[in-house]
């Protein structure tokens, strides 16, 4: 639609808007503001990919898809903000905007996809001014979500939802003091977590975990039971 397109600074969508299509907007690379419709339900694919120039994203509570890559490389974006969107974030949907603080996903988000924010190396807190608290509905983190978010602030709360956690998904986050892991965890990659992290506090999670798995995952890490 307007792919490419290095004149266009803004953009006001039309209230009648349902889905926005894949590369729809992709390499606007001057594209600063976006004001999205309450009407709308998908982000397609790609579809503000490298628009390197947009700040920080407002998108409402109609959404249900962002879909893979869709503001990938948007290497201005400071913050985003879901409204407690019923949604599921696809591949690398953020992935590399290195410039995002602060993301409040809500308590609705369904699915985060393999490495949605991954390189997001500014982004410090997700749902909270001092933690990262991912969203409650959420069961799996997938590969390499949040790898190398390297300025994680605070402790890591994982939901009590949240069943499996896999290869890489906080890896390369080295500057979080502790990881607070899920009632009923049934499952940690032995690369999930950064080496540096100090603590790993548990919430009645052993007893879900295979006894062997368990074992493997602590040789490299501190354990401390609460």
Excluded: W
């Excluded at 509905?137 to 994982?158: D, L, Q, V, W």
């Amino acid at each position: 639609f307007m792919l490419n397109n290095t004149n266009l600074q803004q953009i006001e969508l039309p209230q009648s808007l349902s889905s926005i299509g894949p590369n729809a907007f992709a390499g606007c690379s001057n594209l600063k503001t976006i004001k999205f419709p309450n009407s709308l339900n998908s982000i397609y694919e790609s579809a503000f990919a490298n628009c390197s120039s947009l700040k920080s994203i407002d998108i409402p509570a109609s959404i249900s898809l962002i879909d893979n890559s869709a503001f990938e490389n948007c290497t201005s974006i400071d913050s985003i903000n879901l409204n407690n969107a019923y949604c599921s974030i696809g591949v690398a949907a953020f992935r590399n905007c290195n410039n995002m603080q602060k993301a409040q996903l809500g308590n609705n988000i369904t699915q985060i996809d393999d490495m949605a924010f991954a390189y997001c190396s500014s982004l410090q807190y997700i749902n909270s001014d001092k933690h990262i608290i991912l969203p409650p509905e959420i069961n799996t983190i997938n590969t390499a979500t949040f790898y190398n978010c390297t300025s994680f602030k605070g402790k890591i709360i994982i939901p009590k939802n949240v069943e499996s956690i896999k290869e890489m998904a906080f890896e390369g986050c080295n500057s979080i003091h502790s990881v607070e892991l899920s009632s009923k965890l049934r499952h940690i990659d032995m690369s999930a977590f950064d080496k540096n992290i100090k603590m790993i506090i548990i919430t009645d999670t052993h007893g879900c975990l295979k006894e062997e798995e368990f074992a493997e995952f602590m040789k490299t890490h501190e354990e401390y039971d609460v």
